[in-house]
């Protein structure tokens, strides 16, 4: 992935210099022992959170977020502002050069339909910080919270699809990366175009667990076809796709299908207790939305087969 030439975002907050962001400490200690709590029992509490009827987000202290989010975790204090700008070390570098691509990307397209497009912020964090939508965690990955409008991503996560998911190695993980950042600003597309409160508002009137948890999908698999839209109008722009990095995202979309970390983590699948779609289905939507490149392809709330 040639992405040095990218326009660096000044949306950036760095907070990976303060001390857990501010709060202390860097995700949940493990009763006997250091460290914080790892993306594998991460995995496990989810399940066991759907197993006992609980919402995760109870257990782990925070998830992707949702609309409004669940009340025992959602913060109703604004998320404190922060000195924003393009990180100097690489991998913050990096994170600002893809949102700085994702930002000339739907800024032209939102044009393109008469609208001004209003982009996030990104914080950047280490171990912990603070979210309109509650504690942001090393280990929950990367989220989106659409109170506040920003992206909180800690990039240990990066280091973990390498090594843990094995989702990708090498430079090729450049291209996996951004396709996780572009992900997550896809969700904040949704916020914009009032398809996350009107998903919420869904859920809320779902008949079932199961139904809500279908459209939790269909917000998940939109957010990748939407990060496939903006692969397709970038490379247009900047001609910056290497060999491998579409088999890198692929395989990244892969390693974190519900399917796939079910399996991991219990040895079975249980299809109704899916969030963000199974390998194959991510897999697919972002392939969608790199071919087509248009807004218009990512209706998975209107797919019969997804």
Same mark, same amino acid.
């Given at each position: ?109 939102? *044009? &393109? ?6 982009? $996030?912020?990104?914080?950047?964090? /280490?171990?912990? @910080?603070? %979210? #309109?939508? !509650? ?98 109008? *970038? &490379? ?6 290497? $060999?491998?990095?579409?088999?890198? /995202?692929?395989? @990244?979309? %892969? #390693?974190? !299908? ?49």
């Amino acid at each position: 992935m040639r992405w040095e030439d990218f326009r660096r975002s000044d949306n950036v907050e760095d907070v990976r210099g303060e001390d857990g962001g501010g709060i202390g400490g860097g995700g949940f200690p493990l009763p006997g022992g250091g460290g914080g709590l790892g993306i594998g029992t991460i995995v496990v509490l989810g399940l066991l959170g759907w197993a006992l009827g609980i919402d995760p987000r109870i257990l782990i202290g925070g998830a992707e977020i949702l609309g409004g989010g669940s009340p025992q975790v959602q913060q109703q204090q604004r998320t404190p502002d922060r000195q924003a700008g393009a990180p100097s070390d690489r991998q913050g570098q990096f994170v600002a050069a893809v949102l700085g691509s994702t930002e000339d990307v739907w800024t032209e397209i939102f *044009a &393109q339909n008469g609208q001004q497009y209003r982009p $996030p912020r990104l914080r950047l964090f /280490a171990g912990a @910080t603070q %979210s #309109a939508c !509650g504690f942001a965690q090393a280990a929950m990955g990367p989220f989106y919270c659409p109170q506040d409008r920003r992206v909180f991503l800690d990039t240990s996560f990066f280091r973990e699809m390498e090594t843990r998911f094995r989702a990708c190695s090498g430079k090729q993980c450049e291209f996996a990366q951004a396709y996780v950042i572009a992900h997550e600003v896809g969700h904040h597309i949704q916020n914009l175009l009032g398809i996350l409160p009107r998903a919420q508002q869904m859920q809320q009137q779902a008949g079932s667990k199961a139904q809500a948890n279908n459209i939790q999908v269909r917000v998940e698999l939109q957010a990748d076809c939407f990060g496939g839209v903006w692969a397709n109008r *970038a &490379q247009k722009k900047v001609n910056f796709i290497e $060999p491998g990095d579409i088999e890198a /995202a692929l395989q @990244t979309a %892969s #390693a974190i !299908g519900d399917d796939t970390l079910q399996r991991k983590a219990q040895g079975r699948v249980v299809p109704d207790s899916f969030t963000h779609g199974s390998a194959a289905q991510r897999q697919r939507w972002f392939t969608v939305g790199f071919k087509e490149g248009r807004v218009s392809s990512c209706n998975t709330f209107q797919a019969a087969n997804l």
